[in-house]
């Protein structure tokens, strides 16, 4: 299938909100908002996906580099207003009438006036100098006290502070900080190949290396007009199919971990590590590195059928024996619940999306391989309902595996070659399912090198929901509820 | 009080003291052979507690004598537990002490030390885990109380070497449904009070969900030894306690000799062990149950000790 055309138009700011407003009316969805700097004038890049016809819509603002301002879109859409101020953060543009206009992803101890993503940035600055100070939000009432947590925590897990204001054991509101990991994974990709960005990609998010590394080669595909086979693109949905299976099998077993249930947290590691090695022997890489690249597709040999459907009905029963125990759908139900209003205005992405009702899923909505997955949905938005999504999932990525197995029938494809029509661009955008959630890359290339890749990780837009899920939920359950939605850390903080 | 009974205590608390943390490293080493896992061995809590004896002392700024000498409190209150509760023998020169209410009141005495030194350290984390402990410890003390006041009925005394030795005698004084509700009863507050499944998980290393774990976190060191030495000694002895109120043979008589006495501490090992062994084996399939489910579970086993004080007077069985 043919990747769809985007519809390219340059606005003036004045003209933004109108036009935003009407594509988000229209049904479209903001995927992303990049930054540029191209030397004399700043960019600013606003890119609308809508499935069924999919269609990409960009609206590219100019901005005088001495002065970037924006109108701010943060009432038109929740998104919008967090990418302003990632926009702010890294490149100095300010967003007009932004209702929070505070630091989002530049951590604290960087000096106001710096954007590190500016071309004449310079090298990061230490830390020592003055530090603008993080505010709170105090919540005050008799008995209300607070909980400071982290960002170094007992378990091996990503940093991040969380601040829970609580009255005896119930939340009356969690303030999530984060952005301890930035590693300016954006501007590392600045001045390399597209061969070289890749090994880039796959390093955004540890647990999601084939899907960024798939968004990655789809960008630098549509940028260049390479055409990738029907085989080709089955060997890449098998291979990122394998990852949300492995992925969500660790969840349930961490699921089940959480509330104290370790004797399945066993098994559903055994099952973890059998999936692993099945990567390694047919990748050659337990995490499915180096098998995808721009215009190139590689598999050393295809997943034996019947090893799938052991593990299929492993993680079947494993699944049901987890629910089987009272005490556990006890923990399951009701907890921690995003509602639909709540998902959509959040722009939620993923099983949290689709636990709480909405369908968005990019493998349909904007597919680039012939066989497509069955959609899963749960409607209840609590801890269950996502645990069931992700049951539900595996179960749909088998039998999806299954179909693919079957058509695919050359293991090393052709590299992809320009299609004679099209012209080369200077820029694309690959938009991938991953297990987590749909992420999108947008890149410009410039003489065969990298001049701005652009990344949004599901995680970016799942953040803002785990605080909003957890009103009216007790201290002791937001492990639980932290689980149900495993968010990257690495992928949201670039 | 005989030279062998005085042995025999002796013996007796020497015993809990090393062998607590042999039983917490036999309950997690079974539990990790059942869940498919290698484990570290049943000797892993003493090599973890003489790691801990050599490492640095960190005092929290701003902590009061509270914190410094909760630890001692609480090694010395199961020490003392130890020496007058029946385990190995009946003839312990404290055997005056080792009254029902005396024992209670020692347990709740560590448990309180640790719960104010979790308030003293002034974390959040402390003092959720301190009102979590309160809790649980003001729902788990009467069920202990009324459920061995149900077994002291039959032998009409609170003093458990006498209720033991009661029970040698008449076995039918606890093979009744006083006895069966009491032991139901004791061993749903034994599982609380010790902090294990399905109440507390003791393997967690989620801050947020803990209830003892969060009011040590700030302990390290030889103090954080000797923490988990106390609290292993004070899942021992309820262990054990439990175990001769309901299986008491094989325990040295009150005029025993030496060889009475051995016997007793290896009656008593084994039960202990056996009783662990089956604690961690349930545990291994059980989850955590919501923490607002806790006071269900323990209003629960109250009522089971209620239930079995009223089947003590009423129910009682013909003389014979």
């Known amino acids: ?494 | 009080m005989s030279a062998a009974g005085i042995a025999g205590t002796v013996a007796q608390v020497g015993t809990v003291a090393g062998g607590a943390p042999g039983v917490i490293g036999a309950m997690r080493q079974v539990r990790a052979r059942l869940e498919g896992r290698a484990g570290p061995g049943a000797a892993q809590p003493y090599r973890d507690l003489r790691k801990l004896l050599t490492k640095e002392q960190l005092v929290p700024e701003g902590t009061t004598v509270v914190f410094s000498w909760a630890p001692a409190v609480i090694a010395a209150a199961a020490l003392v537990t130890a020496s007058i509760v029946p385990l190995a023998t009946l003839g312990s020169p404290m055997d005056q002490a080792g009254d029902l209410f005396a024992v209670v009141g020692l347990l709740l005495m560590g448990t309180v030390a640790l719960i104010l030194a979790g308030l003293d350290t002034g974390t959040a984390f402390g003092g959720m885990g301190a009102s979590r402990e309160a809790t649980i410890a003001a729902l788990v003390e009467p069920t202990i109380l009324l459920a061995v006041f149900a077994l002291s009925v039959p032998a009409n005394s609170s003093n458990l070497s006498v209720m033991v030795a009661d029970t040698t005698r008449h076995a039918g004084h606890v093979l009744s449904p006083a006895g069966a509700l009491a032991f139901a009863a004791l061993v749903v507050v034994v599982i609380a009070e010790t902090g294990r499944l399905p109440v507390d998980n003791p393997s967690t290393h989620l801050e947020l969900t803990m209830v003892h774990e969060a009011m040590v976190l700030e302990y390290s060191g030889p103090k954080l030894a000797v923490i988990e030495w106390g609290a292993a000694m004070r899942l021992t002895v309820l262990l054990g306690v439990i175990a001769n109120l309901f299986v008491p043979w094989g325990i040295a008589a009150g005029r025993g000799g030496a060889l009475d006495v051995f016997i007793g501490l290896v009656a008593i090992g084994a039960k202990i062990t056996v009783a662990a062994v089956a604690l961690a084996t349930v545990e291994v399939f059980l989850a955590k149950i919501r923490l607002f489910r806790v006071p269900e579970l323990l209003a629960g086993s109250f009522l089971l000790a209620l239930l079995a004080v009223t089947a003590s007077y009423f129910l009682v069985g013909q003389p014979g």
């Open chain 1, 1 to 494: 299938m043919t990747v769809t055309g985007r519809d390219i138009r340059v606005v003036s700011p004045s003209e933004l909100p109108e036009q935003a407003a009407s594509w988000l009316d229209a049904g479209h969805r903001l995927a992303l908002v990049a930054g540029h700097d191209d030397g004399p004038h700043l960019r600013a890049v606003y890119l609308f996906t809508s499935p069924r016809p999919p269609q990409r819509v960009e609206l590219h603002v100019i901005l005088d580099a001495a002065h970037p301002t924006v109108p701010s879109l943060a009432a038109l859409s929740f998104p919008a207003g967090r990418f302003e101020r990632e926009m702010h953060d890294l490149f100095g543009v300010i967003p007009l009438d932004h209702p929070l206009p505070r630091r989002l992803v530049r951590h604290p101890h960087w000096p106001a006036g710096w954007y590190p993503m500016r071309h004449d940035s310079g090298p990061a600055p230490s830390f020592d100098q003055t530090v603008e100070p993080y505010p709170f939000v105090t919540v005050e009432g008799p008995g209300v006290y607070e909980i400071p947590v982290g960002p170094v925590h007992a378990g091996l897990i990503e940093p991040g502070h969380f601040r829970f204001s609580v009255v005896g054991e119930t939340i009356l509101k969690l303030k999530a900080r984060l952005w301890f990991v930035h590693r300016g994974m954006e501007k590392l990709f600045q001045g390399r190949t597209p061969a070289e960005g890749v090994h880039l990609a796959e390093r955004i998010s540890g647990d999601s290396a084939a899907a960024h590394a798939l968004a990655f080669s789809q960008a630098v595909e549509d940028a260049l007009g390479l055409e990738v086979t029907p085989t080709g693109q089955r060997i890449r949905a098998l291979l990122v199919e394998l990852e949300r299976v492995y992925n969500h099998t660790t969840d349930l077993g961490a699921l089940a971990n959480d509330v104290g249930y370790s004797l399945l947290n066993g098994h559903a590691q055994a099952i973890r590590e059998r999936l692993l090695r099945l990567n390694h022997s047919i990748t050659g890489h337990r995490l499915l590195r180096g098998s995808i690249g721009p215009g190139v597709t590689r598999l050393n040999r295809l997943p034996d059928p019947d090893q799938l459907a052991d593990i299929a009905a492993d993680i079947s029963e494993l699944a049901h024996l987890i629910l089987a125990s009272t005490t556990v759908r006890d923990r399951f139900t009701g907890t921690a619940v995003l509602n639909q209003a709540q998902a959509e205005d959040l722009g939620c992405l993923g099983y949290v999306a689709r636990a709480s009702g909405l369908a968005g899923d990019a493998r349909l909505d904007h597919p680039t391989c012939d066989e497509v997955p069955d959609l899963v949905g749960h409607g209840q938005g609590d801890v269950l309902a996502r645990f069931l999504v992700r049951r539900d999932e595996i179960a749909a990525s088998f039998e999806l595996i299954g179909r693919l197995h079957d058509l695919i029938d050359d293991l090393s494809p052709p590299d992809a070659t320009r299609h004679p029509s099209d012209p080369e661009r200077r820029s694309g955008v690959g938009i991938v399912e991953g297990w987590r959630g749909t992420i999108t890359h947008r890149l410009e290339m410039s003489r065969g090198r990298l001049t701005r890749v652009k990344v949004v990780d599901p995680s970016w837009f799942n953040w803002p929901a785990l605080p909003a899920a957890l009103a009216d939920t007790i201290v002791p359950d937001f492990p639980l509820a932290n689980k149900s939605f495993n968010l990257s850390y690495a992928g949201n903080d670039l």
